[in-house]
């Protein structure tokens, strides 16, 4: 097996649908949702359900509609649901037909909800929302009749109606399904299906002041949209049957069947949007889109590609047992991409002027250089070669620790593409720091090695002439803790912020092929890793450079 070609797992899911086609269920069709709250931006764990979702529709020839699930209007907005439909698309997934809402059904689910009071399966509670909860009883004790449950159907119908009608002040009356106050699952000892919420609604407007309830709304948008299988996250498992009893109550198009599998969890990440939210809002990050957050919209411009976290979706598998991920593998599904599409290019960070003593022609030599090691459909670059040089400052030591291979005082070390060079001379300030290296370049190593002695070390490098200034922004994780949201010493979340998450360098020399660069098409910087324009900040007159991420994982050592 190639790194490049990930297995496709025959996983549990993908087992049952086979199954159903096998068996003729649903008449062969396989009808999936993808069914995001528009209450903010999608992240990586979304990435997983987006690829579930879209894939099975694609691999079993059949389709994935986007559903806007918009019951909690206070907390959606038109933006998020922008940056949601462009994250998908950006994925490289297309939904079925026109996008769906949750809200598209409102008049619909009104019309449900009437059909279970009048079949007496439904009922207006006006007690307190302290009171009802005190009447739900526990997981050892049952729950107890609100006195309301025994209205007729008539008064229900009324009252449903004076609901909708704005005659309930918000919070004083709720329609509950009439299940049972005994189960043993909560979730079915009556939930409330219908709320009084005076709250302008970013589709509907004002035009209702009752919004259904997650549960009773899912299963029938589902239902409406003829789905056949609808998957979900664990969480969901203990509402399975009140999803069902909906459904088996209410004269629907079709049943879908719910199953759920393992969210994704991530270490040293948070998957929340309430807490990735706070991040925002507390400018923790300078936004949801900031490339240090696990969204979407963050990877994207971290630079991330569709085709690397498609790859880490595939990886981790679709099971039912929970577990954390290590970070690490995304990294390593991004590393793979980059390793081959990335066109190379020099940049060096903190830059040491070099000066060539005996380069005796005023013109710097041009040389082109192949933008990949072996893809050479990435076609060449161009550098040049002249009197002043930069290498980075950290690839010279006076006094070398054992081992070290790069420039040191009377030594040569190969300028990456171009020739070796010696160093013959170190100039220092006044206060004894080396600020420039006289040396000598060798004619004759140009694309070969030199004669009779071995040089081990190669550096990257610019002309100083052509070189571009850029800024360059390194980050490291978010969180320094390897499970932020779940330190068990009472901390909270943003208590293990990394301080050292963003470390902006404004020293930084680029390859004047960097020019060209664009937000989205990452570089490989010689012997620094992967970096990506960033897309906000770069203007024509000034680069903006984000570490995608490093060439090699070196974060566990550095830590230990
Ligand atoms: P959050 O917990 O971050 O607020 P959510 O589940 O409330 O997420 P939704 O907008 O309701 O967010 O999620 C849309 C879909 O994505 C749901 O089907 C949900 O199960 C799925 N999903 C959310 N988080 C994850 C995750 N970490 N791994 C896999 N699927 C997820
Ligand atoms: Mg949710």
Redesign the pocket.
Known sequence: MSKSEPVKPAHFIRQIISKDLDSGKNDGRVATR???????Y?????A???C?NFSMAEEFGGTCNLRF?DTNPEKESQEYIEAIKRDVTWLGFEWHADVRYASDYFDRLYEFAVELIKQHKAYVDESTPEQIRAMRGTLTEPGQDSPYRSRTVEENLQQFERMRAGEFADGSAVLRARIDMASPNINMRDPVIYRVRRAHHHQTGDKWCVYPMYDYTHCLSDALEEITHS???L??EDHRPLYDWVLDQLDVPCHPQQIE?????LNYTV??????KQLVDEHHVSGWDDPRMPTIAGMRRRGYTPASIRNFCEMIGVTKSEGVVDVSMLEFAIRDDLDKHAPRAMCVMHPLKVVITNWNQVAEQSLTIPAHPKDETLGSREIFFGNTLYIDRSDFEEEPPKGFKRLIPGGEVRLRGAYVIRCDEVIKNEQGEVVELRCSYDDQTLGKNPEGRKVKGVVHWVSAAKALPVEVRLYDRLFNHESPDAAKDGTDFVDHINPDSLTVITTAMAEPSLQNAKAELPYQFEREGYFVLDSEDATADKLVFNRTVTLRDTWAKSQK
């Open positions: 993808f069914p995001p709250e528009p209450n903010g999608l992240h990586v764990g979304h997983k359900s987006i579930l699930d998957l979900c996250t969480e969901f599998f393992a969210r994704l969890n998957t929340s949007k309430r807490k990735l």
